[in-house]
T-cell receptor, first 112, second 113 residues
Framework: SQQGEEDPQALSIQEGENATMNCSYKTSINNLQWYRQNSGRGLVHLILIRSNEREKHSGRLRVTLDTSKKSSSLLITASRAADTASYFC????????????FGKGTKLTVNP | DAGVTQSPTHLIKTRGQQVTLRCSPKSGHDTVSWYQQALGQGPQFIFQYYEEEERQRGNFPDRFSGHQFPNYSSELNVNALLLGDSALYLCASIMGGYGYGYTFGSGTRLTVV
């Protein structure tokens, strides 16, 4: 079963705008990761945030984590047409679980 | 440095048949996980192989089985195919079995008719 939900399910913006996607999860976690998927192909790892971190940056990506609300957000700044993809959050549980539990994803469209 | 390689890329099978999907992990990785992704959904964990043994399994029936070879490559076998098995099957690899930043293959698109 899915761990949680991404919100919104779909997002359409213009090039240069910022895109914000949210993720909620249900159980306590060790880490939360964000992945990108182009056109139903393989997933590309974007960024990982540990449960004891609140914010992390990587290039144009900014991730926040609020463990009290069991939620995370991914901000993509100055978006480009090439950012068009589906974005998924994935969690691994406390206790050293080897599996990742994914949400249903946000489909982002960046219009040129 | 080759990433994760999956074969075949596309496959069409008939209900009741059996299928084998293959995965070669990224160089240096020794752990392989398999995921099923139905259309419009996030990937769902099937199982993980480490040191040639199934280490953890998701909520999938016994029709789904796997194997890991001494060179760390892996196979996913699905018996008695159902229409609902139609999905993208993703293989992911990592070193040491845990955590951070799995490398995913491009997947095998299985269609059951």
């Amino acid at each position: 079963s899915q761990q949680g939900e991404e919100d919104p399910q779909a997002l359409s913006i213009q090039e240069g705008e910022n895109a914000t996607m949210n993720c909620s999860y249900k159980t306590s976690i060790n880490n939360l990761q964000w992945y990108r998927q182009n056109s139903g192909r393989g997933l590309v790892h974007l960024i990982l945030i540990r449960s004891n971190e609140r914010e992390k940056h990587s290039g144009r990506l900014r991730v926040t984590l609020d463990t009290s609300k069991k939620s995370s957000s991914l901000l993509i700044t100055a978006s480009r047409a090439a950012d068009t993809a589906s974005y998924f959050c994935a969690t691994d549980s406390q206790g050293g679980s080897e599996k990742l539990v994914f949400g249903k994803g946000t489909k982002l469209t960046v219009n040129p | 440095d080759a990433g994760v390689t999956q074969s075949p890329t596309h496959l069409i099978k008939t209900r009741g048949q059996q299928v084998t999907l293959r995965c070669s992990p990224k160089s240096g990785h020794d752990t392989v996980s398999w995921y099923q992704q139905a259309l419009g959904q996030g990937p769902q964990f099937i199982f993980q192989y480490y040191e040639e043994e199934e280490r953890q399994r998701g909520n999938f029936p016994d029709r789904f089985s796997g194997h890991q070879f001494p060179n760390y490559s892996s196979e996913l076998n699905v018996n008695a195919l159902l229409l609902g098995d139609s999905a993208l099957y993703l293989c992911a690899s990592i070193m040491g079995g845990y955590g951070y930043g799995y490398t995913f293959g491009s997947g095998t698109r299985l269609t059951v008719v």
